[in-house]
C-alpha cells in the first residue's frame, strides 16, 4: 500500500471536513477525538515540556489521524505515524510525544508499535482522560 502524505491545500479543506465528520460521527466514543485550536495545543506541549524537563529541546507532537472504518485495521495509522515520525527527525526534533484516551485500544498499540514509551495517565487541563507516550528521536 502505498500513501502519499501532503500538506492540506484551500481545494482539499471540503473534503477533509467531510471525512472529519464521517468518522467522528462514527466513534464509539466521542472522547477518542479531541479537535484541538492551536493554542490549546500549544498549551499542552508547553505543559509537558516544563513537566518532563524538555524546555531546552524541541519536542512535536504526534497528532491524531482520522481513518475511515472501511480502511481500518490495515497498517494505514502506523504508516502515516512512521512517516510523521520520520520527518519530524528530519526537521531536527529531539523528542516527539503523543496523547491517547486509554480505552482507544488501537490508538496505544499503534503508538507503542511505532516506539513510543507510555509515561503516565492523566487528565488534561481541558478535562480530557488521555495516555501520555514519548520517544527520544
Given amino acids: 500500500m502505498e500513501l502519499l502524505y501532503k500538506k492540506i491545500e484551500e481545494k482539499d479543506k471540503e473534503q477533509l471536513f467531510k471525512l472529519i465528520d464521517i468518522v467522528l460521527g462514527g466513534l464509539p466514543d466521542q472522547a477518542h477525538f479531541i479537535p484541538y485550536e492551536q493554542w490549546e495545543l500549544d498549551s499542552m506541549l508547553d505543559e509537558f515540556k516544563k513537566e518532563f524537563n524538555l524546555t531546552e529541546y524541541k519536542v512535536c507532537e504526534l497528532g491524531g489521524n482520522l481513518v475511515l472504518p ?61 495516555k501520555l507516550y514519548m520517544k527520544k528521536l
Fill in 70 to 130: 472501511e480502511y481500518r485495521g490495515k497498517g494505514i495509522t502506523t504508516k502515516l505515524q512512521t512517516m510523521e515520525m520520520k520527518l519530524a527527525k528530519e526537521l531536527g526534533f529531539d523528542y516527539i510525544i503523543s496523547m491517547a484516551h486509554p480505552d482507544n485500544i488501537g490508538s496505544c498499540k499503534t503508538l507503542e508499535r511505532i516506539g513510543l514509551e507510555f509515561v503516565k495517565e492523566t487528565t488534561l487541563s481541558n478535562g480530557f482522560l488521555r
